[in-house]
T-cell receptor, first 113, second 113 residues
Framework: NAGVMQNPRHLVRRRGQEARLRCSPM?????VYWYRQLPEEGLKFMVY????????ESGMPKERFSAEFPKEGPSILRIQQVVRGDSAAYFC???????????FGDGTRLSIL | GENVEQHPSTLSVQEGDSAVIKCTYS??????FPWYKQELGKRPQLIID?????GEKKDQRIAVTLNKTAKHFSLHITETQPEDSAVYFC????????????FGTGTLLAVQP
């Protein structure tokens, strides 16, 4: 059973560009979570999605950030007009149900030039 | 607001000794407390978890205790080995209709051979 798959593993963008991060949950998991980790810090919750629904977006910045989890295909975290402060590791996790343990992917390291 | 404090930030022990990491949470409605181990550049891995209706849980050399009254929970690792060296994160799931996790700031555990 493949784990949570994230791609790309590393992404470099220039200021003002768009970044798209993809996450495929574990087989049988329909709940997806995105977290951001700054260097030497803990993980900060961003958003919780189920297929075609955003359940909790209380950790999402109000501007430039959006997330989706369509009926078909991976979950996408989209960052528009990136700035230096967006540089971080972005981790996706998935669970089979709403109150089930979360399992993490390897993350996407986003670097902004 | 929702907050998890974790101590110590760094912990160095001799191989074979025990290690204890402590966390305190703020939301009294929190009901689930997982612990993750993260090696450098890798994904956070779930190592043990405990729910609010249980006071203690053990899995081989790892144990977690929960004191709901004091809103404390702790990770205990016995007979530490060099491969236990990593950053350990505690987390709590706040009350309400969400499965988001609030993470502590991490403990860097170094096991000296």
């Amino acid at each position: 059973n493949a784990g949570v798959m994230q791609n790309p593993r590393h992404l470099v963008r220039r200021r003002g560009q768009e970044a798209r991060l993809r996450c495929s949950p574990m087989k049988g998991h329909s709940h997806v979570y995105w977290y951001r980790q700054l260097p030497e810090e803990g993980l900060k919750f961003m958003v919780y999605l189920q297929k075609e629904n955003i359940i909790d977006e209380s950790g999402m910045p109000k501007e430039r950030f959006s997330a989706e989890f369509p009926k078909e295909g991976p979950s996408i975290l989209r960052i528009q007009q990136v700035v230096r402060g967006d540089s971080a590791a972005y981790f996706c996790a998935s669970s089979p149900g709403q109150y089930q343990p979360q399992h993490f992917g390897d993350g996407t390291r986003l670097s902004i030039l | 607001g929702e907050n998890v404090e974790q101590h110590p930030s760094t912990l160095s022990v001799q191989e074979g000794d025990s290690a204890v990491i402590k966390c305190t949470y703020s939301d009294s409605a929190s009901n689930y407390f997982p612990w993750y181990k993260q090696e450098l550049g890798k994904r956070p891995q779930l190592i043990i978890d405990i729910r609010s209706n249980v006071g203690e849980k053990k899995d081989q050399r790892i144990a977690v205790t929960l004191n709901k009254t004091a809103k404390h929970f702790s990770l205990h690792i016995t007979e530490t080995q060099p491969e236990d060296s990593a950053v350990y994160f505690c987390a709590s799931r706040p009350g309400g209709a969400t499965n988001k996790l609030i993470f502590g700031t991490g403990t860097l555990l170094a096991v000296q051979p």
